[in-house]
């Protein structure tokens, strides 16, 4: 059981690194206008819509209060894919019982 918590730790750590950050990297690049970071944007607004709120409101001045709202969002992903990445292994492993 214990291994299953650290395999699914690690996993959504991951998970929640690659897609909170690649979000927050395209909201960085926006002023760019590129089809890619358009994308990319709508692909992770889960995650970037309050970072995106506080560069429309304020402009890039503000980025390290956006950074700050990325890192409590990083959070709040990583815990909710632990939670569902750990009863999805719990499940498996109970079949596989």
Wanted: hydrophobic content about 55%; charged content about 10%.
């Amino acid at each position: 059981m214990n291994s299953i918590k650290n395999k699914s730790c690690i996993t959504s750590f991951w998970v929640s690194f690659l897609y909170v950050g690649i979000g927050t990297l395209c909201l960085f690049l926006m002023p760019l206008n590129s089809l890619f970071v358009t994308i990319v944007n709508i692909l992770t607004m889960p995650a970037i819509f309050i970072g995106f709120g506080i560069l429309y409101g304020g402009g890039i001045n503000n980025w390290p209060l956006v950074l700050l709202a990325q890192l409590i969002i990083f959070f709040c992903f990583w815990l909710l894919i632990y939670r569902v990445i750990l009863s999805r292994d719990i499940k498996k492993n109970k079949e596989n019982e």
